[in-house]
Structures are given as C-alpha cells and as structure tokens.
C-alpha cells in the first residue's frame, strides 16, 4: 500500500462502524485537552507517513502545527463547526491538504 494510500485509511475512518456513527459534532463535545491530543497525534502520524513521500511536504505539516499549535487546532475545530457531520480525521487531512498540498492523488 502507498504511504498516501496508507494516510487515507488512517485519517479518513480507523473502522467502518466508528466512521459511521463517530462525528465531527462528537469530537467538538470532548474537552480541551482530549481534543488536542486527538489532533495533535493524528497530524503527527501524518507528518510521519508524509516524509515517506516529500520530506518538504512532511516540514510543512511539521512547522504548520507543531509552532502555532493552539491556532492550528483552532482551525481545525473551525473545519469540524463548518462539517459537523464529517469524520474528525477527514477534516484533519483536508486542512493538512490546504496548508501543506500534501496527500494528492498524484501523492
């Protein structure tokens, strides 16, 4: 399986039951902190997978979050109020996808 390939599965829906009935609308119930590890280990996992496939790609996901992260969550959080019905690691891969340009199809 390819490393993009590899991400999809793991951000998009660990199982097909927790993707169906786990919601952004959920995740935005739990408190700060459970939130922002939930976050921050899944954009960490990316930026690992990422570096197998463009390390300048896995730098950005790396600064993007890992410098300002109280503002990268916010965005996140924002992404999760504007599609409550989505899956939390869907949205966290789209804003990966709009900061960095990273996980492309032609990833």
């Known amino acids: 399986m390819q490393a993009g390939a590899a991400l999809i599965v793991l ?3 660990a199982a097909p039951a927790e993707a169906e009935s786990f919601t952004a609308a959920d995740f935005l119930t ?3 902190a ?3 590890a939930y976050v921050e280990i899944s954009v960490g996992m990316a930026g690992l997978i990422a570096q197998q496939i463009d390390a300048a790609k896995a730098e950005c996901i790396t600064t993007w979050y890992f410098s300002r992260m109280s503002a990268a969550n916010d965005e ?5 109020r504007r599609f409550p019905d989505h899956h939390p690691r869907a949205l966290i891969l789209a804003v990966l996808r709009k900061r960095c340009d990273v996980f492309q199809r032609e990833d």
């Open 11 to 13: 951000l998009a829906g």
């Open 34 to 36: 459970n939130r922002g």
């Open 76 to 80: 996140v959080y924002a992404a999760m």
């Open 30 to 32: 739990w408190d700060d």
